[in-house]
């Protein structure tokens, strides 16, 4: 029996030395967000790249990436020795490890945290060695009479690799086949390849960038891709939740990769429940549940797999810590049960702690009744609907934990309609999957609904532990969601919804919503009218070139085949540029999905080098200039700017990962002093406050510019009035900057206060 009590602390461990330790920080934001309450402390503890541990505040955790601050953490945070680490971890009641790949799932960390006699969340050491390795999984596998594909391990310093790969290729008549590190997640270095030598290739590149010393060749699984979440009940059996199905064209050699999985793109599609026969969703579980016994594993976890187009199922990657960030599929299939992500993490953390005898803290519910209701609407068709849909879950989410506000979310879709959804149905990757679901959900809860009822008895789910109540989407015309509505939170990025259309209607309805309005945003969103207001409002130190963009269909342009290229992707409405196509470009080019009356051309330029590597900032003055963010919020009527954030790309332009997906792109705030001196940013800052306020400027604004380090002065590229608000947006990396510290919900809760509501 667990008994329960007011208060409790977690240490929960993130980073690692993986290349997924920016997924690692994503999942850990998530866990601290849902979980951490009045009555749960979170202690964040990261470790570096060389698995040393830090105590770190909840700011760093609100990090993009983690080398926004690993080069700074023996300055700004409390290192820990050995004996320093247990002594903390011993002082917490239970630990809950969110790092992922080597390190954190490999066993390593459990096997640290087994000899040490702490307590923590998830599988033991045993489990992770035998179920991370691939490789020994798939021979555990075929040994206890599973259906496997065949698979041959390479090893760094072998001789007889050559052969080892000639041979499969032949004996297996291989025509494709995947390459991957042996104990690697399941994402990062992962190649699909054609022929014996490119197999070669691409495993002497996992054991060159030290992925890896032990590398995995098998042959690429011709069917349809599932992943599915597997949870610990109450009385320590395992229950395999809804699978879900991951719909993608392998033509060219592509494979469901990193990008695919963490960044909104239409080049992959979820579907969950999985578009499977009942039997074979049924028979997934089944084995699903049973390696999850044969392993030994505890409290949760997430299985990869195929259904093979000879009707196998064949299970590839087994992930003892699954990725948490804010639409994982862990909280995707959650979500189906009535389950949001505060019911998920407690349902886990308290079944851990009652299985290790552990008493858990009492879970207060909030009273809604009195809070003024936010209507959050995001989505649209732009081409920036699915960073939209980022921000716009990410508000909701958050400002549910608020005393003040009860938010609702609210999908626009392609016709201007407005969608008032379940929480089941938000938590997909892009606005399509969520409309199709909205569209087809009266079909898709009758073929769930016995499956449902299954998995919840199966879990033991009390009605406490399962408190979103499915109901049937509703399509409303916008003026009738106005008209309901107290207040309107706009989530929207470009098109109607920066371009003072939006801002327009409501303004006509009387209706209060967060930003600028229609005058200022128009002037914004048309980028050479404000670079005529910025040239003739006499502040000294600020330009404006005639030409701008923001990061779709942005390119650095060599040479006339390059223009060609682009404009041919432009003109054929491509939704992106391949890699390659253009000259020094690595890696693919979002493009506008809309006609594009209009092309913009500016000199190119050139910014000093900043390389973060090996947890050290690498400066190299060339021009002078550098890429900076400035995050502005009224405060007492006034405009106040931020602390500027150092942005570094990786190639010439930031990509759309690197502006806001979590895990990718560096934000540094505030700049090193020893780049940008604190006298040359407070000028700056100076600088940003008298733009956004000659601008026009209303509740807050992001402006994104090239600062001169000695001098200060600004380059504008955009002023933007409704900036992202994904969840490690660098305004949330500013606010934490700030004296006293602006935490990220209560700087939401600023933005609907300086709208008057």
Known sequence: MIFCKNFMKIALLT?????????????????????????????????????????????????????????????????????????????VDIVFPAIHGSFGEDGQIQTFLEKNEIPFVGSGSNACKMAFDKHKANEILQEKGFFVLPSALLKIYSKDNVKIVKEFFKNHQINRAIVKPATGGSSIGVFSVNIPEKALEKAELIFSKRMDTRVVLEPFAEGKEFTIIILQNKFGMPVALMPSEIEMTYHEGRIFDFRKKYLPTNQVKYHCPARFLNETIEKIQTRAKQLF?????????????????????????????????????????????????????????????????INFA????????????????FGGNTSERQVSLMSGTNVW??????EIYNPKPYLLDFENNVWELPYALILNHTVEEIIYNAQNAKVGQKSTENMVKK??????????????????????????????????????????????????????NRMKFNGSDEKISRICMDKFTTGELIRGSGIKRVNKPKDDGCSTGVVHLYRETDLKNYLKYLINKKSFIPAGILFNQESIVEMPNHAVKDILFEKFIQTDIIRSKGN???????????????????????????????????????????????????????????????????????????????????????????????TGALIVIEVNTLPALTPSTVLYHQALAENPQIFPLELLERIIKNAGY
């Not at 503890?45 to 909840?58: E, G, H, T």
């Not at 960030?325 to 349902?347: A, C, I, K, V």
């Not at 989410?397 to 608020?402: A, D, F, M």
């Not at 009605?463 to 989407?473: I, R, S, V, Y």
């Open 397 to 402: 989410l958050k400002l549910r934990k608020s």
């Open 362 to 377: 009492d879970i207060k519910k909030q009273n809604i009744k009195n809070k003024k209701p936010v209507s959050v609407i």
């Open 455 to 508: 998995i919840k008895a199966e879990l033991m789910l009390e009605d406490d532990e399962a408190t979103e109540l499915f109901f049937m989407p509703n399509k409303i015309p916008l003026k009738d969601f106005i008209k309901k509505s107290k207040f309107v939170f706009l989530g929207l990025h470009g098109g109607d919804g920066e371009n003072g259309n939006f801002q327009k209607i409501l303004t006509k």
């Open 15 to 91: 980073g690692g030395p993986s290349l997924e330790r920016g997924i690692s920080l994503n999942s850990a934001r998530s866990v601290m967000d849902h979980l951490g309450n009045k009555n749960i402390e979170i202690v964040p503890i990261y470790f570096n790249q060389k698995k040393k541990a830090f105590k770190i505040s909840c700011a760093e955790l609100y990090s993009n990436n983690p080398s926004d601050f690993d080069f700074k953490l023996t300055q700004n945070s409390l290192s820990l020795s050995q004996k320093s680490l247990i002594k903390l971890l011993k002082s």
């Open 616 to 710: 050290k900032l690498k400066y190299v003055r060339k021009s002078g200039w550098v890429e900076i963010t400035i995050g502005i919020l009224e405060i007492n009527k006034k405009l106040h700017a931020f602390n500027p954030s150092l942005t570094i790309a990786e190639d010439e332009v930031l990509s759309v990962e690197e502006k806001f997906q979590g895990g990718t792109g560096i934000n540094i705030t505030p700049p090193p002093t020893n780049i940008i001196k604190p006298k040359t940013i407070l000028k700056t800052r100076k600088f940003a406050e008298q733009l956004a306020t000659k601008v026009g400027i209303r509740g807050y604004a992001r402006i994104d510019a090239f600062m001169n380090v000695t």
């Open 293 to 357: 016994s044969l392993f030994g594993m505890n409290d949760f976890a997430r299985f990869d797999g195929w259904l093979l187009s000879n009707g196998k199922i064949w299970f590839s990657d087994f992930n003892p810590v699954s990725g948490m960030e804010q639409n994982s599929f862990l909280f995707q299939q959650s979500s189906r049960l009535g389950m949001n992500h505060s019911d998920f993490l407690h349902y886990v953390v308290k079944n851990s702690c009652e299985r290790q005898k």
